[in-house]
């Protein structure tokens, strides 16, 4: 079962990205190892380094529609719209000072830019594989040193005088030197772009049926009435209360025995100790994920919950903003467990994305 269009209108997603509905198993990274070839057949060490692509496959679960809105919500990216590698969400680099107390305060840092590519069949991710800041210094980024694995080989002679690689490292080395991007492009041959290109993360989309699959896992908050709210588990677009969800196989290739769902304040320090604290929250509030999710709040001098009538005071008057979080989170699966969650601000009413 899938609602497609309430699960784009939960996850805060435009209506093109129905086309990219599914799952992600397995993520493709690829990239570069630089060789230091060590050459001592002239009777010295002759140093060279040469460059070589790299790619590697593993197991990755994910939901193309919650990475896409995390995306957007929680990672700086911008909508970009269509273009010939897929529907692009960018985000731009930018330079941004840092002030104490950062281990690189009264420096301006250049944060590199992203941007990812969805297609029906994949969604490709890019970045500007280069270091920023190098020994606590911030780097000019005129000619950045290249963010990339270095690796050892041994060089000599064969039989015919034909030069061989004799031994190569299993693991990454500390190379005697690290190149910096003008050197790279030569040895790799090819522009600053086709690198980029060549770096990139491959997610492939699996095409699944809601009736079988998770494709989407989204929590939405709503106010009921002013002094009210209430909390939905949504699942393909689903009220998870409404139909059997155990039934169906998460991105790790499992099904769920249930989740637990329920809401965090965050305000400064507790007051009351009403229930164990986590994540930096002032109050936790557990919930049957079966049972009437409506919290009732007040405003107050002080944070507390009231368990016998669902009443969350909270404290408008902290440095803090008073915050609630509704939150669920699947019960492990092997070890493989996924989560999801809605913002509310108790004091202006916005909501935003966890």
């Not at 209506?15 to 690829?30: H, L």
């Not at 963010?147 to 031994?167: E, I, M, P």
Request: aromatic share 12%.
């Amino acid at each position: 079962m899938i609602n497609i269009e309430k699960a784009l209108d939960v996850l805060g997603l435009p209506p093109e990205f129905e086309a990219y509905n599914g799952q992600i198993n397995t993520r493709i990274t690829n990239g570069f190892v630089v060789y230091e070839n060590n050459d001592f057949s002239t009777g010295k060490n002759v140093i060279t380094y040469t460059v070589e692509k790299t790619t590697n496959t593993q197991l990755f679960g994910l939901y193309p529609l919650n990475y896409a809105s995390m995306a957007l919500y929680n990672m700086s990216f911008q909508l970009g719209g269509m273009t010939p590698k897929g529907y692009q969400l960018h985000c731009p680099s930018k330079w941004i000072k840092h002030e104490p107390p950062s281990g690189v305060a009264g420096q301006t840092v250049y944060y590199v830019e992203s941007n990812m590519f969805f297609n029906a069949d994949r969604i490709d991710l890019t970045y500007e594989p280069y270091e920023t800041v190098v020994n606590g210094v911030a780097e000019d980024m005129i000619d950045p040193l290249m963010r990339v694995q270095y690796k050892s080989r041994l060089l000599g002679k064969d039989a015919t005088g034909k030069t061989v690689v004799k031994w190569t490292s299993r693991g990454a080395i500390t190379p005697k030197r690290r190149l910096r991007k003008a050197e790279f492009l030569k040895l790799a041959n090819m522009t600053e772009q086709e690198m980029i290109w060549n770096c990139r993360w491959v997610f492939p989309i699996v095409p699944v049926k809601g009736e079988t699959h998770i494709t989407s896992i989204a929590m939405d908050i709503e106010n009921i009435s002013p002094t009210q709210v209430k909390s939905t588990v949504y699942i393909n677009g689903i009220d998870a209360n409404t139909f059997n969800y155990k039934v169906l196989i998460n991105s790790f290739g499992q099904t769920y025995g249930g989740y637990k769902q329920m809401y965090r304040l965050y305000n400064g320090e507790r007051s009351t100790p009403t229930t164990m604290n986590v994540y930096g929250s002032t109050i936790d509030i557990g919930q049957n994920p079966t049972e009437d999710s409506t919290l009732n709040l007040q405003a107050g001098g002080e944070n507390a919950y009231n368990i016998m009538n669902r009443t969350l005071t909270f404290n408008p008057s902290l440095t803090e903003e008073a915050k609630l979080l509704a939150y669920m989170e699947f019960l492990p699966a092997n070890g493989k467990n996924e989560s999801t969650g809605k913002w509310l601000s108790l004091e202006t009413g916005m909501e935003s994305f966890y």
